[in-house]
């Protein structure tokens, strides 16, 4: 996720990352929608 936010592209961080492009999209889509929490997030 903070590859994408650091401006690399979602296919370009997924290989890096070991991830399949279409996980890693759903991840930043649920996150940029205030959906998602993780290790991160204050809970």
């Given amino acids: 996720m903070r590859l994408v936010e ?3 592209s979602i ?3 997924a290989r890096t990352l070991g991830l399949v492009e ?3 999209f759903n991840w930043v889509k649920a996150k940029r929608e205030g ?3 993780g290790a991160d997030s204050k809970a």
């Fill in 11 to 13: 296919p370009a961080a």
């Fill in 35 to 37: 959906k998602l929490s």
């Fill in 22 to 24: 279409q996980t890693l």
């Fill in 6 to 8: 650091g401006g690399q």
